[in-house]
């Protein structure tokens, strides 16, 4: 969409719920989650990073934030 359509207002909002309603979330950047899985396969850690992912319930990621 485009710029000040509220999408990360939303993404935050929705956040906020799943956070109150007890669940485990990751709000990331998409250009922070590509660099930390480019730099986790470097270094040959991929495996591990991805562990680490899967302890969330859910990963909101935005454009901005």
């Known amino acids: 969409g485009l710029p000040g359509t509220g999408k990360t207002h939303t993404l935050c ?3 906020h719920r799943l956070v109150e309603a ?3 979330v990751l709000c990331t950047p998409a250009y922070r989650l590509v660099q930390d899985l480019m730099a ?3 270094d ?4 591990r990073a991805l562990r680490k992912l899967d302890h969330f319930d859910f990963l909101l990621i935005d454009d901005e934030l």
Do not use: C, T, V
Not at 44 to 47: A, M, S, T, Y
């Open 40 to 42: 986790a396969k470097r």
């Open 13 to 15: 909002a929705i956040g």
């Open 22 to 24: 007890g669940r485990r």
């Open 44 to 47: 040959f850690d991929l495996p």
